[in-house]
C-alpha cells in the first residue's frame, strides 16, 4: 500500500513552485479535508505495519495519539504488547 505520492505527479507545477519556495526537505503532511477520511488514512497506516512514529510524523499527531487509534483496532492491533510477546 503506497501512503504518499510524489508532488510532481499530483500538483500543477504553480502550485509545486509555490510549495517549493515555503518547504524544503522531509515529509509534508496534508492533511484531508474530510475527517473520515483520514482516519481511515491513519487506520491503514497503523495496519500495514507502519512504525508508531512514522505514523505520528505523517499525522502531525503524538505517538501516544497512534497508540489509542491502534487500541481501537482491538485484536488488529499491530503494536499490542500480546501480540508481539506470542510472536517471539
Do not use: C
Request: charged share 25%; no cysteine; glycine share 6%.
Amino acid at each position: 500500500m503506497k501512503l504518499y505520492s510524489n508532488a510532481v505527479d499530483v500538483l500543477p507545477s504553480e502550485l509545486l513552485a509555490e510549495v517549493q519556495t515555503h518547504w524544503h526537505g522531509g515529509y509534508l503532511w496534508v492533511p484531508q479535508r474530510d475527517r473520515m477520511r483520514r482516519r481511515e488514512f491513519l487506520f491503514k497506516a497503523i495496519q500495514s505495519g507502519l512504525p508508531a512514529e512514522d505514523v505520528a510524523a505523517l499525522a502531525g499527531i503524538s505517538r501516544s495519539q497512534v497508540y489509542r487509534m491502534a487500541h481501537a483496532l482491538g485484536s488488529g492491533n499491530p503494536y499490542s504488547w500480546k501480540e508481539k510477546k506470542s510472536r517471539t
